[in-house]
Every structure is written in structure tokens, then in C-alpha cells.
């Protein structure tokens, strides 16, 4: 379900190649954006940077910064981040502390977490957390 959701979200971002709009499917991905969604999926829980996932990919940060927006219409902060808040809203949703949620999602500091969580779902974590549990 979780993953659904991380999906969900990434479709909503995801351009097709005419950026006229239009969603692009995620199961139709394949190439290197599927490469780096699927890398990005296994690997958000840990520090990554610009550099280290264009390191991976074999190019260099603008390239691949330039590649992977013109493939999705965002950049791949935008996308880690987006993927990072989703699977903290499931660990809210099944009673994880906004600590537990922003250690488990690859967050730094805990105010950057509810600062980015706020500007993305447009409550604080723990707004969400006692919306989706009915409290």
C-alpha cells in the first residue's frame, strides 16, 4: 500500500515527452529512469546526493540533473524528496513518532522533515499523523 502511494505521487510529477501535461505510467518505465527510480526506491533511507546518484549512473551532476527532469518535468531533489514524505506518511499512518519517520525516510535533521513535510502535504507530521488515525 505504502508503495502505491509512492507511486501515486511520482505519477503526478511524471511528464510525458510532449510536456504537455499528460501523466506518464510508472510500469511503463524503463531505461535509465527506471534504473534510477528503482535504485532510488532501495536507497532513499540513506544520505544521498546529486553527486553520489549521478556517480551511479555514470554522468556527470548536471547531465544527469538535466536528463532526469526533462524525463519526469522534476528535478531529483523534488522526486527523492516526494518519495521520502510518502513513506514517512505510511510509517505516521501506522503509528511511527515524527522522530521514528524522519530517521526512517533518510532526514538529517528532524526540522528539516517537518518543515518539508508541511510544505509537501500541507500539515506538520503530527497534523497528519492524528488526521489519518481519527483522533
Do not use: M
Request: proline share 1%; with cysteine.
Amino acid at each position: 500500500a505504502c508503495l502505491a502511494s509512492v507511486l501515486e505521487i511520482f505519477e503526478f510529477f511524471a511528464k510525458d515527452s510532449r510536456g504537455d501535461g499528460i501523466t506518464a505510467p510508472i510500469s511503463a518505465r524503463s531505461g535509465f529512469l527506471g534504473e534510477v527510480i528503482d535504485w532510488s526506491e532501495q536507497n532513499f533511507r540513506s544520505r544521498i546526493t546529486l553527486d553520489t546518484v549521478s556517480e551511479k549512473f555514470g554522468y556527470n551532476k548536471a547531465y544527469f540533473c538535466s536528463l532526469f527532469k526533462s524525463s519526469t518535468g522534476v528535478t531529483y531533489l523534488n522526486y527523492l524528496n516526494n518519495l521520502r514524505i510518502s513513506h514517512a506518511c505510511c510509517l505516521l499512518k501506522d503509528g511511527a513518532s515524527v522522530n521514528e519517520a524522519c530517521e526512517a525516510c533518510g532526514f538529517e535533521t528532524a526540522s528539516y522533515f517537518v518543515q518539508l513535510f508541511k510544505k509537501v502535504v500541507g500539515v506538520t507530521p503530527k497534523q497528519y499523523q492524528l488526521t489519518v488515525s481519527g483522533i
